[in-house]
């Protein structure tokens, strides 16, 4: 099911971004999560929360952890959702696909890669590698 949802994921926001853009694509998104999540997942967080510990409760997050989360939002939601989009429209959803393959690597150099362990370099090195094959696959495809 999971697979599913992703194959189809992309093309089905393309098809729409060219109906209606990028922003008004974007938005729908953001409305669609929102409501996912006050229908779906707060009730069942409610639900969890009072089968473990037996009280009813919902956690509030810290000034400073609102502060990050909409940094977050922000940075992720509004600017890379809009450039995914975009790219989703113009290049196709099979490229922009192949190239958010990428995101993974990027955010974990963003967040402080370079003072991974060891091991973890490792990781990152190999996954570079797998995406490098991705984007190759995609500068093919556009010659061919």
Sequence with gaps: ???VAWAISPMFMASVGRRIGSQPTNLLRAVLATAALVVVVL???????????????????????????????????????????????????????????LAPVVGLLAGGGDRAKAEQRRDVGGGAGHRRGHVRDVRQHRRG
């Design 1 to 3: 099911m999971t697979a």
């Design 43 to 101: 009730p069942l967080y409610v639900l969890v929360v009072w089968l473990v510990y037996g009280k009813v409760g919902i956690a509030v997050p810290r000034f400073n952890q609102c502060a990050w989360l909409m940094i977050s939002g922000t940075v992720g939601m509004v600017i890379g959702d809009a450039v995914l989009l975009r790219s989703a429209r113009t290049a196709g959803p099979r490229r922009a696909v192949k190239v958010n393959t």
